[in-house]
């Protein structure tokens, strides 16, 4: 009786350690799909262009408050690091005197340089329109220093003035 009794106890012992370490696994197997979508959805949110001029702001200094802005903030490859942080933003300004002056405060850091670049395909819709009128499908413009909008990480990078536009494009990047 009493090892019969012994069994038993043995046997639920037994049942319910085997239960109890298939649940540990089946929560660790659902905690690592929660992190994987966790990650997705962070690479996702990275990659997302903004459209909150207030949220740049906290960023880089904005000489003035653009009209209309879109922006991404990433992480991009580099050739001589693994990665590096940048900071893309279209600034569109529909006051000329505001564009003017916030290209006169660029030319006291350096010459501007004339540039080709590539057209992401977050950009808005006219700087699309206006690569394709150019051979290669690029954008072209002149670029100024844009020591302006530094703020601290962000101390490297280049501010775009697009050609036949009163766009601009500001390329930070952390150093």
């Known amino acids: 009786m009493?090892?019969?009794?012994?069994?038993?106890?043995?046997?639920?012992?037994?049942?319910?350690?085997?239960?109890?370490?298939c649940a540990g696994v089946r929560q660790n197997a659902d905690n690592?799909?929660?992190?994987a979508a966790n990650a997705n959805a962070a690479r996702t949110s990275e990659t997302k262009?903004?459209?909150?001029?207030e949220e740049l702001g906290l960023l880089l200094k904005l000489p003035a408050e653009?009209?209309?802005?879109?922006?991404?903030?990433e992480m991009v490859p580099t050739g001589e690091?693994?990665?590096?942080?940048?900071?893309?933003?279209?600034?569109f300004y529909e006051e000329k005197e505001v564009v003017e002056k916030?290209?006169?405060?660029?030319?006291?850091?350096?010459?501007?340089?004339?540039v080709s670049i590539d057209?992401?395909?977050w950009y808005p819709e006219e700087l699309k329109a206006q690569s394709e009128f150019n051979q290669d499908a690029k954008l072209s413009g002149k670029a100024y220093p844009a020591n302006e909008f530094f703020l601290e990480p962000l101390l490297r990078g280049r501010?775009?003035?697009?050609?036949?536009?009163?766009?601009?494009?500001?390329?930070?990047?952390a150093n």
């Open 32 to 35: 690592s799909a929660v992190n």
């Open 119 to 121: 057209v992401a395909d």
């Open 2 to 21: 009493v090892s019969a009794r012994i069994r038993s106890l043995l046997l639920i012992y037994t049942v319910s350690l085997f239960s109890y370490s």
């Open 49 to 53: 262009a903004n459209d909150n001029a």
């Open 81 to 91: 690091r693994k990665t590096e942080r940048r900071v893309t933003a279209i600034l």
């Open 159 to 173: 501010l775009i003035r697009v050609d036949g536009t009163e766009h601009m494009i500001l390329e930070l990047f």
């Open 66 to 73: 653009p009209d209309d802005v879109v922006w991404r903030d």
């Open 102 to 114: 916030i290209l006169a405060d660029a030319s006291k850091h350096g010459e501007p340089q004339a």
